[in-house]
């Protein structure tokens, strides 16, 4: 080929080349673009690749860099950085979704039925263990503890606890009292462990009520296996999919166990947790010593 016509196919192609735009997955526009950087700049447009950003600025500018496979308009409304908390209990939260949840409850029939429907929604199997918290008798008509004579029939297979909201009492079905190795009449310092005694007396046996009060209370709860690997997997996942819909992307996790920390690690590692977390381990000794051996 001649040199003449060399030339022009060259410049031909360098031409192209620059002609091509990057790709970009999305481009958001028509938005309120909080960036949050020293400026506190407020943008109208946002090019996204791979789940992340490329660039944020004026719409025409994005435009013409950018060849977007699909455009969003976002109607004015409002786009921030992810929120942070710099103080939760990211964890904690994650197993509170694994619990029966009786805050606001309106009786003890509502407790109960609530932690039937519970047990039906996250199949519970024979012998698991079914937790909740939040009931308050001061909310009901009838403002006195509870009996666990219903727990009894529901579940005589699965050791139940259903503290109240305060954590200074709990009701505990017999299945958990029979665990726990508590029998009518014991006492605790600290704490009760209630007991009814028929009338007459004489008539019938006493009997546990299921209440427990303060010190009492951990004597069931202590015997509650910790989580499995798949169920912490399941609770957290349950409580980053809640705080990425509230804009919430970063935690840092006030007081957990280095071996909770590791766990977390795998997780983050396989993909299957993306949350951006920042712990404090809690003041026990074996924490002060992983913690010398593995820094932070």
Known sequence: MKLKYIIPAIL???????SVKPKADLLIYNATVYTVDTAFTVAEAIAVKDRKI??????????????????????????YPGFIDAHAHFVGYGQSLQKVNLVGASSWEECV???????????????????????????????????NWRLNEL????PVLLTRIDGHAAIANKKALDIAGIRPGDKINGGEIETIYPRPVDSFMPRLSGVLIDNAVDLVSSKIPGATEQQLKAALQAAERNCFEGGLTSIADCGLNYTTVESIQKLQSSG??????????????????YALQKGK
Not at 119 to 143: F, L, P, S, V, Y
Not at 272 to 289: G, I, P, Q
């Open 113 to 147: 039925e609530t932690t039937i429907q519970f047990a039906k929604e996250h199949t519970i199997k024979d012998r698991d263990w079914i937790i909740g918290r939040g009931w308050d008798q001061n909310d009901w008509t009838e403002k006195k503890f509870p009996d």
């Open 54 to 79: 490329l660039a944020v600025g004026k719409t025409d500018d994005l435009e013409k860099k950018y060849d977007a496979s699909k455009k969003m308009d976002a109607g004015g409304k409002f786009i």
């Open 272 to 289: 299957d947790l993306k949350m951006r977390l920042f712990v404090m381990l809690s003041d026990e000794k074996a924490n002060f010593d």
């Open 155 to 158: 579940f005589p297979n699965n």
């Open 12 to 18: 031909f192609f360098a031409v192209s080349a620059c």
